[in-house]
């Protein structure tokens, strides 16, 4: 219903009211738990769809950084991965995540099998209230919000391309200053 949507409108805007809060402090964690939670949110969609995720973190990966902005990052782009298996009635559907530590970044690597992003739309998916959603089920914000909170908040990137079959994810964000 109306009333319904605008609460999860005015929560929706509270939750990155948050996100943003400048005084919100870094932390050190562990990559693995921004990965876990992001897929125990969505367990029930990845059961029910019968998605094969495949999880490689390497070893003890620890950042100094933003933990639920990272976590909700990797929500989003599960939570869409799985959208497009659904549209695209992938058989074996299958979602990849590679997590490793290059020089002074950490590389999250999210690949799905449904399909790909079409050519034409590829360098839009970024743009703000573009959606390939109808508008009950999507805002388009997602990836916008997304790609902004990697390079504003986590000083890093975000980029897709199309692997042999299907999109793929690439975070790089900056390991952070921190003693062990």
Do not use: W
């Not at 897929?39 to 999880?55: A, C, D, T």
């Not at 590679?98 to 998916?125: C, H, R, T, V, W």
């Not at 986590?154 to 692997?163: A, H, Q, R």
């Amino acid at each position: 219903t109306y009333v319904d949507d605008l609460k999860l409108s005015d929560k929706t805007i509270d939750d990155f009211k948050n996100f943003f809060d400048p005084n919100k402090k870094k932390s050190i964690f562990k990559v693995e738990e921004s990965i876990i939670k992001a897929r125990n949110i969505l367990k029930g969609r990845i059961k029910e769809s019968h998605i094969n995720l495949i999880i490689n973190i390497e070893e003890e990966l620890k950042i100094y950084s933003y933990l639920e902005e990272l976590q909700q990052v990797i929500l989003i782009i599960l939570n869409n991965a799985i959208d497009a298996i659904i549209l695209n009635k992938v058989l074996n559907p299958k979602i990849l995540i590679d997590a490793y530590s290059k020089d002074s970044e950490i590389m999250i690597f999210i690949e799905d099998n449904a399909l790909g992003i079409e050519p034409e739309i590829i360098d839009k998916i970024f743009e703000p209230y573009f959606t390939t959603k109808q508008k009950s089920r999507g805002t388009g914000l997602g990836l916008y919000i997304s790609k902004m909170i990697i390079e504003d908040r986590l000083n890093g990137s975000l980029d897709v391309e199309n692997k042999k079959n299907g999109a793929c994810f690439k975070i790089k964000i900056p390991k952070g200053e921190y003693d062990e």
